[in-house]
C-alpha cells in the first residue's frame, strides 16, 4: 500500500523523550502529594468524598502517562509522515494511542475540579444554601460532569464505524474535525473559567472569619493556589483547534499533551495543599516557637503568638462559619426585634 501521508522533508528529532521525562517527573511529584494527604486525612479519620476524586484524578494522571508513554515509544511525537515510516499498523496504533489519552485527561481534569468544589462544600456545610454552595453544585460539578462525558463520547463518536478514527484504511464517514476542534476549545475555555472560579470563591467565605489577617490572608492564598490551574488551563486551550488537524495530528497535539501533563499535575497538588494547610500552620509555629526560644520574648508577646498561631483544621474553620452564620442570625433577629417594639411604641402596629 503506498504511503497515506508524505512530505518531502528530512526527519526532526523526537520530541517523545521530553515529553516521557516531563509526565513522569510530574506523576512521581504528584504521587508525592496524594500520598501525604490520605496520610494526614487517614490519620485525622477524615477522608471524603474531595479525597476519593483526587485519588480518581491521580489514577487518570497515572493513565494518562502510561498511554502518552506507549504513543511517544511509537514515535507518536514525531511529524505523522515520519510515524508512518516504521508501518501503517504502527501509524494506527498510535493514531489510536493519542484518543485515548485525550479520555484520561478529559476525565482527570473533570475530577479534580469536583474534588476542589467537595472539600469547600465540606466547609460549608453548616451554613445552609448559600450562593456558593449552589454555584459549587450545579456549575463545577454537575456541568462539570456533564461537559465531562459529553466530551469523551464525542471523541469515540465522531466516526462511524469508531475505528474509522484512528485506521483511514477503513471505509466510513466522520463528522467535520472542527465539530471537535470546537467542542474541545469550548471545553477548555469552561475548565479556565471553573478553576478561576474555585480560585475566588475561597475569598467570598474566608475573608469574614473572625481571625487574624495574616490567616485570612493564609487560606486565602492556599485555597486560591488553583488559579496557576486556571492559567495553565487558559495557555492550553490556545492550542485546542488542532484537534481538527488531521492532516499532521501526531505533531500537532503535542503541546496539547504538555500542558494538559502540567493542568493534571497543578490539579493534583494545588487541590491537596489545603487539605495539608493545618500541617503547614503546624510547621510554621514550630519554626516561630524555636525562633522565640532562641531569641525570649515578654509573656504578653508569646500570649499573642500563640493565639496567632493557632493551627486551623477543616472542622475548626466550618466551625468558626458556623459561629459567624449563627452571630449573624442572632443579630438580624435582635435588630427584627429592636424595630417591631419601635413600631409598637410609635402606634405603627396594626
Known amino acids: 500500500m ?46 471524603g468524598w474531595d479525597d476519593i476524586f483526587m485519588g480518581t484524578t491521580w489514577v487518570c494522571f497515572v493513565g494518562w502517562s502510561v498511554v502518552l508513554t506507549l504513543y511517544a515509544n511509537r514515535g507518536g511525537c514525531q511529524h505523522i509522515w515520519d510515524v508512518q515510516k516504521r508501518g501503517m499498523d504502527n501509524l494506527t496504533r498510535a493514531i489510536l494511542l493519542n484518543w485515548t489519552s485525550q479520555i484520561f485527561g478529559i476525565v482527570g481534569v473533570a475530577t479534580g475540579k469536583i474534588s476542589i468544589s467537595a472539600l469547600l462544600l465540606n466547609i460549608m456545610r453548616d451554613m445552609g444554601w448559600t450562593w456558593q454552595r449552589v454555584y459549587l453544585w450545579s456549575v463545577t460539578i454537575v456541568f462539570t460532569s456533564l461537559v465531562a462525558i459529553s466530551c469523551s463520547l464525542l471523541t469515540f463518536l465522531q466516526c462511524s464505524p469508531p475505528q474509522r478514527l ?18 474541545g476549545i469550548f471545553t477548555g475555555s469552561f475548565y479556565t473559567f471553573a478553576d478561576a472560579s474555585l480560585a475566588m470563591i475561597p475569598l467570598t467565605i474566608f475573608w469574614r472569619l473572625r481571625i487574624s489577617v495574616l ?36 505533531w500537532a497535539t503535542y503541546n496539547i499533551f504538555a500542558w494538559v501533563t502540567a493542568e493534571l499535575f497543578l490539579l493534583v497538588v494545588c487541590g491537596t495543599v489545603p487539605t495539608l494547610y493545618p500541617l503547614l500552620r503546624w510547621i510554621q509555629s514550630l519554626f516561630t516557637v524555636i525562633k522565640y526560644r532562641v531569641l525570649p520574648r515578654p509573656a504578653s508577646n508569646e500570649d499573642t503568638l500563640r493565639q496567632s498561631d493557632e493551627v486551623l483544621t477543616i472542622g475548626k474553620i466550618r466551625m468558626r462559619l458556623k459561629r459567624r452564620d449563627t452571630a449573624m442570625t442572632t443579630n438580624e433577629s435582635g435588630s427584627e426585634a429592636q424595630a417591631s417594639d ?9
Not at 485546542?240 to 501526531?250: F, M, P, S
Not at 419601635?342 to 402606634?347: A, K, S
Open 2 to 47: 503506498s504511503a497515506l501521508y508524505q512530505r518531502d522533508a528530512a526527519s526532526i528529532p523526537d520530541r517523545g523523550p521530553a515529553l516521557i521525562f516531563m509526565m513522569w517527573t510530574l506523576t512521581s511529584l504528584s504521587f508525592v502529594t496524594i500520598v501525604l494527604r490520605f496520610i494526614f486525612r487517614a490519620r485525622k479519620k477524615q477522608i
Open 166 to 183: 484512528w485506521d483511514p484504511r477503513i471505509d466510513g464517514t466522520c463528522l467535520d474535525p472542527k465539530v471537535m476542534a470546537g467542542y
Open 215 to 250: 490567616q485570612r490572608i493564609q487560606l486565602c492564598i492556599v485555597f486560591g493556589l488553583n488559579i496557576l490551574t486556571s492559567v495553565c488551563s487558559g495557555i492550553k486551550t490556545r492550542y485546542l483547534a488542532e484537534l481538527g488537524n488531521r492532516t499532521d495530528q501526531t
Open 342 to 350: 419601635w413600631r409598637t411604641n410609635q402606634g405603627l402596629t396594626d
